[in-house]
């Protein structure tokens, strides 16, 4: 290409270490659509002739439907996608071909074909996330009334209905759509026309070739244009919190697969058993996405790291932001893809769930509340109830069985009503502040999560 300049070619083992095209080849589709917008653009503009435009449009659908064919391959010889397809242009249409590279540079095609690459991906795990809640929520349907133990530190704390846990996910998710949306519209503006660093002499039409490509508008400063990859920090951003969350829910599903919880049994489809041990269930799947969660996350801090240092504009590091790009949206994508299934068919086993939530004392708190209801201030109902769970450790009981006279021996405030106001029931039943764990509140939080989706 640039033959002229050098007296030599450049040695093997360098051109190859130089070259993008075994990775850069995934955005083919968006490197034509770029250069057909950018054809067109140059002809209006009589830059070029309408029939050289004509020629270059027609050459380019045509490689673009061999690609999608497979009639035609990827050269793995020409340095990255964008010498690929105009090689290829002008190997078919001859001289025409080498005036599509007129007011553009590699610079600005490969910032504009990232994001557009982006913008279809970013689609795409947007409709993997809409799965992905709505298996959640109808799973959290099924279990609005059904009570489980709710943790902190791991301890048993609080009853709480099991549709209402499962929802906290989908709030989860809900925000990464959300934050995906919101990166993409940051992101929807067009760098091309940026050309090297620049811009032009020609007299270019930047926002034509931006409408054509569906973009919101066009980007302000040549130099930012073509040196700016903020948007693929913040995709991987948003991508590493998605494994966060997936992670979490994954540890999660792997505890309560266990023999020591039995809370879940996971479907049969998406679990494997051990080349030795011929009883084992394992949550493989669960496992290897928190796993694949670091992945993500080293992902993320190879873009940081890889920008940190960059004076303006573009250098040659800057390829090395597609191998991490494409492997976290890959990686999320394969990980919500058998995520979803594998909630849709996991099953939940309420009676262990309800005799977990028997053990623990988890309705301490509301025996301190319905002596605040009696009168009594808080912080004494608390050391009150505090000596009540110690007499009852001591002598093998629970709140639920503990005698009247030993209550009474502690408050006369104690009355019948305590039993039932201590039922594992009630405490979840009457937890109906906004967001709350009463199945009301969780069929609500439903209502609002099926609204979202719809949009
Ligand atoms: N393959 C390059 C990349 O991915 C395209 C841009 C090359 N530009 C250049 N001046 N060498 O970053």
Redesign the pocket.
């Known amino acids: 290409m640039w033959a002229g300049r050098f007296a030599k070619a450049l040695d093997s083992k360098a051109d190859d270490f130089n070259s993008?095209i075994r990775f850069?080849c995934k955005m083919y589709k968006q490197d034509i659509m770029g250069s057909i917008a950018h054809a067109e653009m140059l002809a209006a503009q009589k830059i070029i002739s309408a029939e050289d435009c004509d020629a270059i449009v027609d050459g380019l659908s045509g490689i673009l439907e061999d690609l999608n064919s497979g009639a035609l391959s990827f050269d793995m010889a020409c340095?990255?996608i964008?010498m690929f397809v105009e090689a290829e242009l002008t190997r078919r249409i001859g001289d025409a071909g080498k005036r599509l590279h007129t007011a553009r540079?590699?610079?600005d095609?490969?910032a504009v074909d990232v994001r557009m690459y982006l913008r279809d991906e970013a689609q795409d795990i947007v409709a993997l996330l809409k799965q992905l809640i709505s298996d959640i929520t109808d799973q959290a349907e099924a279990c609005r009334g059904v009570i489980v133990p709710g943790y902190t530190h791991l301890q048993r704390a609080q009853p709480i209905t099991f549709g209402h846990h499962l929802m906290a996910y989908a709030m989860m998710f809900l925000r990464d759509i959300s934050r995906l949306e919101d990166a993409a519209k940051r992101m929807n503006y067009s760098p091309l026309g940026s050309c090297a660093l620049a811009g032009t002499t020609y007299h270019t039409n930047r926002r034509m070739e931006a409408e054509k490509l569906h973009f919101d508008g066009i980007t302000l400063n040549s130099i930012d244009g073509v040196s700016d990859r903020d948007f693929c920090v913040e995709f991987i951003s948003a991508f590493s919190l998605i494994m966060m969350h997936l992670s979490r829910f994954s540890e999660e599903i792997i505890l309560w697969s266990s023999w020591e919880f039995r809370y879940v049994e996971l479907d049969d489809a998406y679990t494997t058993g051990s080349s030795i041990m011929p009883q084992k269930k394992n949550s493989d799947m669960a496992e290897l996405v928190r796993g694949k969660t670091g992945r993500v996350y080293g992902d993320l801090i190879t873009l940081l790291t890889l920008m940190k240092g960059l004076p303006l504009a573009?250098n040659?590091d800057?390829?090395e932001d597609?191998e991490a790009l494409f492997d976290a949206i890959e990686t999320v994508k394969m990980c919500l893809d058998v995520f979803a299934p594998m909630i849709r068919t996991m099953k939940v086993k309420p009676d262990n769930m309800y005799k977990a939530a028997q053990e623990g004392f988890i309705n301490a708190t509301d025996l301190a509340d319905y002596l605040t209801r009696e009168g009594m201030p808080f912080r004494a109902a608390y050391k009150i109830v505090g000596e009540i769970v110690a007499e009852c450790i001591q002598k093998h009981c629970v709140l639920d069985n503990l005698p009247m006279e030993d209550y009474r021996a502690h408050t006369d405030l104690f009355e019948e009503d305590l039993y039932e106001e201590i039922s594992l029931e009630t405490c979840v039943g009457k937890r109906i502040s906004e967001g709350g764990t009463s199945p009301e509140s969780v069929d609500a939080q439903i209502v609002y999560v099926r609204g979202e989706l719809s949009k």
Request: charged fraction near 40%; charge should be neutral; avoid cysteine.
């Open positions: 993008s850069d340095e990255d964008h540079s590699r610079n095609q490969v573009y040659k800057m390829q597609k």
